[in-house]
Nanobody, 122 residues
Framework: VQLQAFGGGLVQAGGSLRLSCAAS????????VGWFRQAPGKEREFVGA??????YYGDSVKVRFTISRDNAKNTVNLQMNSLKPEDTAIYYC??????????????????WGQGTEVTVSS
């Protein structure tokens, strides 16, 4: 499975962006699709995941971010609202089959996209 994340850019604080993750070479199948981010000098952080019809979110983005699936376009999207400067990072999508207790761990995902950069200005 090859993944590509896109939709990043520069936005002012309080604004919104919509990221998408596309899979090439097939459909998502039974993969869990995760979103992670990594800011300079920091560890990769769990943003959220779509597992079948359930969605999970990291504490720092709950309420503000929403994951959805677009079956027609075969993408998994990350709608980011009320963005803050601390949301600035490279955002990655990933696919794997983590068990529930590891869904927030980057090591539980086998396939990764190249990342898309999000910059939130104050």
């Amino acid at each position: 499975v090859q993944l590509q994340a896109f939709g990043g850019g520069l936005v002012q604080a309080g604004g919104s962006l919509r990221l998408s993750c596309a899979a090439s070479g097939g459909t998502w199948g039974d993969y869990t699709v995760g979103w992670f981010r990594q800011a300079p000098g920091k560890e990769r952080e769990f943003v959220g995941a779509a597992r079948s019809f359930r969605y999970y979110y990291g504490d720092s983005v709950k309420v503000r971010f929403t994951i959805s699936r677009d079956n027609a376009k075969n993408t998994v999207n990350l709608q980011m609202n009320s963005l803050k400067p601390e949301d600035t990072a490279i955002y990655y999508c990933a696919a794997g089959r983590p068990i529930h207790s590891t869904i927030e761990r980057p090591s539980a995902y086998h396939y990764w996209g190249q990342g898309t950069e999000v910059t939130v200005s104050s």
